[in-house]
C-alpha cells in the first residue's frame, strides 16, 4: 500500500506556508472523489450465507478492514454455481412479483437496493446454504485512511496530486491562494477523471483488475 505522504512534498512546493494537516486532508478528499467518480478499484467481498433471517444485507459492513470503503454493488453471483443475480429495481418488483418480499426458495435468483450499499436478496431463502452469494462492489478509501493500493498511486499518482492542488488553491485568503491556478488543476483532475473511467470500462487493457477477499 501507498502511504498518502508520498504526494506531500510535491504538493507543498506549490503550495508554500500550507500546514501538512490541510495538505492531507486535501489529498484524502480528493483520493475519495477520484476513486468514487471514476470507480476504477472493483472487487469481490468474502462470500455469506443465502440465510433466512437476512433477506436484507448491509454491504458496507462486509468492507475488508477499517481503511476500505463499500461505495457501491457491481454485480451479485451465486458460487454454487457462478450464475449473476439479476438486478430489479423495487418497482420492477412490484409489478413482476405479487408480495415478492415473501416469496422464498432454495438459491438467490434477484436483488434489488435499498440504497447504494444495501442489498435485498429474492426470493428469501429456504433454508441456510453457506457462503452461496458473493458482492463484486466499488470500493473506496474510509474517511481516516491514509493508504491506498500501490497500482492506484502508481497509475493515478499526478491526478491525485491535481486534485489536491486545486482543492487547496481555492482556499480563500492564504499565502498559497490563486483561483487562476486552482481553476486549471481542477480541470486536469476532472479529465484525469473522465480518463481513468474510460480505463475502468475498457477494463485497463488488461484482463480485470479485481481483488478477491476471504479467498472467494
Known sequence: MADFS???????IEVPGCPEL???AAVRRAIRR???ESEIWRGDLAAVDFDPAV????VAALAPDADTAVLGIDMVRRVSDGKPLTFMARVELDDDIADWTKETGTKPSIYTLESPTSARIVPVADATVVGEIVFRVVFGVASTSTT???WIFDEYDEAIRYGALSNLMK???KDWTDVNLAIAHGNLFEASIVSAS???????GTPDREVHYGGI
Do not use: C, Q, V, W
Open 6 to 12: 508520498s504526494l506531500y512534498p510535491e504538493i507543498a
Open 22 to 24: 490541510l495538505i492531507e
Open 34 to 36: 477520484f476513486l468514487r
Open 55 to 58: 433477506s436484507l444485507i448491509d
Open 148 to 150: 491506498i493500493p500501490d
Open 171 to 173: 482556499t480563500p485568503g
Open 198 to 204: 474510460s480505463d475502468k470500462g475498457a477494463e485497463f
